[in-house]
């Protein structure tokens, strides 16, 4: 069985820019939640997918969106890049009717 | 008050010990508790999931359960240097959907 992957593994960008973080779950699971962890902080949530359907929002801007994919896997988008988005972005995904959740290895970016 | 909070440490313990880690939450109505570890520079790690009060036991983890003092603990028995690691308490909220809410995580450090 295949974890969950991401991709890229490290990404360095400038103040301004877009960027678009990858994610394919693991199989079966269905539901697909984006975290964004700052150094020294837990994982802060950023929204869930399930079903190709935003499932749930955390206190982020509307900067930040993500899609969901008939094969379930996901893509997080952040636009307008600010220096305070340098962080590890994690996905994690959960198989239908569960609230275990599992992480990929995660995205660092680091927004210059 | 923050929904979960945990001590951040370093909580330094002897090889061979027993580590106990703490956490608290806010809401009285969660139902959902997980313990995750996440080694430097990786992504979280599940160790174990509780939903009733009491103790569950997992090798030599166990995960303890107070929902009455809103208490969830995590005792780490003959610690081992490779437990050295941040430990993260996430709580699910009641009312809500899938949505993992961490501490901040207690650094954990056994050593030899």
């Known amino acids: 069985e295949t974890g969950v992957t991401q991709s890229p593994t490290h990404l360095i960008k400038t103040r301004g820019q877009q960027v678009t973080l990858r994610c394919s779950s693991q199989s079966g699971h269905n539901t697909v939640s984006w975290y964004q962890q700052a150094l020294g902080q837990g994982p802060q949530f950023i929204f869930q997918?399930?079903?190709?359907?935003?499932?749930g929002r955390g206190n982020f801007p509307p900067r930040f969106s993500g899609l969901q994919f008939p094969n379930y896997s996901s893509e997080l988008n952040v636009n307008a890049l600010e220096l305070d988005d340098s962080a590890l972005y994690l996905c994690a995904s959960s198989l239908p009717g569960e609230e275990t959740q599992y992480f990929g290895p995660g995205t660092r970016l680091l927004v210059l | 008050q923050k929904e979960v909070e945990q001590n951040s440490g370093p909580l330094s313990v002897p090889e061979g010990a027993i580590a106990s880690l703490n956490c608290t939450y806010s809401?009285?109505?969660?139902?959902?508790f997980f313990w995750y570890r996440q080694y430097s520079g990786k992504s979280p790690e599940l160790i174990m999931s509780?939903?009733?009060?009491g103790d569950k036991e997992d090798g030599r983890f166990t995960a303890q359960l107070n929902k009455a003092s809103q208490y969830v603990s995590l005792l780490i028995r003959d610690s081992q240097p490779s437990d050295s690691a941040t430990y993260l308490c996430?709580?699910?909220?009641?009312?809500?959907?899938?949505?993992?809410?961490f501490g901040a995580g207690t650094r954990l450090a056994v050593h030899p």
């Open positions: 509780i939903y009733s009060n």
């Open positions: 996430a709580v699910i909220l009641s009312g809500g959907y899938n949505k993992l809410i």
């Open positions: 809401d009285r109505g969660s139902q959902s």
């Open positions: 997918y399930y079903r190709e359907e935003e499932n």
